[in-house]
């Protein structure tokens, strides 16, 4: 497994966390539905903030895959050019 992989691991495994926490405040927030319309935003909040990171992150969460390896996809591409360049030659 490259480092890459583990840290898509570890985004995903956070993602987990944060639908845990986003379920278990759920029977907390039902009997709050029922009561004043402040009631109902603060306890729209306390749920569903948790459960919206916990989509982006089981998702993948490309922003925070995009800032921690950016340069991954161009060392890859670098890497191929270097590959042809042999290759090249190994022919001539």
Known sequence: MKA???FTL???ILGLVFLYH???ALP????????????VLWS???AG?????ANWLLRGAPLIMRIAYADADAQTEADQNVVEDIGKKADA
């Open 4 to 6: 890459k992989d583990i």
């Open 10 to 12: 570890a985004v995903r």
């Open 22 to 24: 986003g379920l278990t």
């Open 28 to 39: 907390n927030v039902l009997p709050a539905l029922l009561g004043s319309v402040s009631m």
């Open 44 to 46: 729209i909040f306390v």
């Open 49 to 53: 903030w948790q459960l919206l990171v």
